[in-house]
């Protein structure tokens, strides 16, 4: 219980505590860092990144991340620091400038240039928004002397968003980033309730406009197994009248002394309305 105390303590006060810095970070998840030649820049890379990320859980300030750093290198990287650090003004030797060169050092210009690239045209595309912002912030790193204060974050931040998003956050023209990016989660949220919703509607609509009986049931369509035999017609041609000389069905007008016309038997032919 007082390991418990000790720790929710040390939080609560960066890396003030008991046992040397490297020792806390070490204790925390932290690795050392070698430097060795082979290293390859994402390996360097995601040190750093993890290093930074767990003196920001403490609420390190600028000098502790600095001074927290430096207590993790090893070998190679430490020498490499000593050299740096006593050709350099002290009143420079920052933790953006040991970013800048371990950077330079070890991650390499090239792969620098890559992921400012990558910054530059990183748009939404089908990423959630917390998920572009991770990404955003992973790559503004690289982005020194081309997003310089908040209001260009926001910007590029929403020049970036999918066009539906845009639209409609633009009009809130927010400058604080986080806030930002809040506001835009709320939309995002609303825009998928509502094509949740939409769907669902659709799908009702689907199974009440359906074919069904009078108990809602479907309809089942007659099926007829086997094949079909055709049935053959028998046509029946008239025999020929011996009073008329000619084929005819029913009685015969002439035998009956009716109408020829219309075979009434009230009156002739010539008489015939």
């Given at each position: 219980?007082?390991?418990v105390l ?8 960066g890396?003030v505590g008991r046992?040397?810095?490297s020792e806390r970070l070490l204790a925390?998840g932290a690795e ?10 994402n390996?360097?890379e995601?040190?750093l990144?993890?290093?930074?990320r ?10 502790q ?9 090893r070998?190679?990287?430490?020498q490499?620091w000593?050299?740096v650090?006593?050709?350099?003004r ?5 933790w953006?400038?040991?970013k800048?060169a ?6 390499g210009?090239?792969?620098v240039?890559?992921?400012r690239?990558e ?7 089908n990423?959630t ?7 955003f912030?992973r790559l ?5 002397g081309?997003v310089?204060?908040?209001?260009e974050?926001c910007v590029?931040?929403e020049?970036?968003?999918q ?14 980033f ?5 506001k ?8 998928r ?7 669902k509607d ?5 199974r009440?406009?359906g074919?069904?009986g009078?108990l ?6 007659a099926?007829?197994?086997g ?6 017609v028998?046509?029946?041609r008239p025999?020929?009248?011996t009073d ?10 002439r035998?009956?002394?009716a109408?020829?016309?219309c075979g009434?038997i009230?009156h002739q032919?010539?008489?015939c309305?």
């Amino acid at each position: 219980m007082l390991r418990v105390l000790e720790r929710v303590a040390g939080a609560s006060t960066g890396l003030v505590g008991r046992g040397s810095i490297s020792e806390r970070l070490l204790a925390n998840g932290a690795e050392t860092f070698k430097g060795v030649s082979s290293v390859a820049p994402n390996v360097a890379e995601y040190w750093l990144e993890a290093t930074e990320r767990i003196m920001d859980d403490f609420d390190c300030t600028v000098k502790q991340k600095l001074k927290g750093t430096v207590s993790l290198l090893r070998d190679g990287a430490y020498q490499w620091w000593l050299t740096v650090r006593d050709g350099t003004r002290v009143d420079r030797l920052t933790w953006d400038f040991f970013k800048a060169a371990f950077q330079g050092k070890y991650i390499g210009a090239s792969y620098v240039d890559a992921r400012r690239k990558e910054f530059l045209n990183l748009t939404q595309g089908n990423k959630t928004v917390a998920r572009y912002k991770e990404e955003f912030l992973r790559l503004s790193q690289y982005t020194h002397g081309i997003v310089t204060t908040e209001h260009e974050w926001c910007v590029r931040f929403e020049d970036g968003l999918q066009d539906e998003l845009r639209v409609l956050i633009a009009l809130q023209r927010e400058r604080d980033f986080a806030a930002l990016v809040e506001k835009i989660k709320i939309v995002e949220d609303v825009k998928r309730s509502m094509c949740h919703n939409r769907e669902k509607d659709r799908g009702r609509f689907k199974r009440d406009s359906g074919p069904s009986g009078s108990l809602g049931r479907p309809i089942k369509k007659a099926r007829f197994e086997g094949p079909v035999r055709a049935i053959p017609v028998t046509m029946v041609r008239p025999q020929t009248c011996t009073d008329w000389g000619r084929s005819h069905q029913d009685e015969c007008w002439r035998r009956a002394r009716a109408c020829f016309r219309c075979g009434s038997i009230d009156h002739q032919v010539k008489n015939c309305p």
